[in-house]
């Protein structure tokens, strides 16, 4: 069974940066892709960034690319966001998931606010 844990959140100005992590345990996720999803106060969880396992491919939304970075650490099963430039639009509660497994974490918050 996989076990999702976020981290890295918290309260930051805008324009300050944060690096979410998503650290995962239980069997080998080197051949799963990741994804961090993020879902604000009365709106619906939308996909914000994902890795491919092999080739590590990555995608963005609109909203965030330019200002946010994917990487992974298959060794520690691992997944980072590096988040700059941070909007107040980007307040969420960020949450991390294993492609196609349907694994979750508990979120991590993520507030931009002066």
């Known amino acids: 069974q996989v076990q999702l844990v976020e981290s890295g959140g918290g309260l930051v100005q805008p324009g300050n940066s944060l690096r979410l992590s998503c650290a995962a345990s239980?069997?080998?996720?080197?051949?799963?892709?990741f994804g961090w999803f993020r879902q604000a106060e009365g709106k619906e969880r939308e996909g914000v960034s994902c890795i491919s396992a092999s080739d590590r491919r990555t995608y963005y939304a609109d909203s965030v690319k330019g200002r946010f970075t994917i990487s992974r650490d298959n060794a520690k099963n691992t997944v980072y966001l590096q988040m700059n430039s941070l909007k107040p639009e980007d307040t969420a509660v960020y949450y991390c998931?294993?492609?196609?497994?349907?694994?979750w974490g508990q979120g991590t918050q993520v507030t931009v606010s002066s």
């Open positions: 998931n294993v492609l196609n497994s349907g694994a």
């Open positions: 239980g069997p080998s996720l080197n051949h799963y892709s």
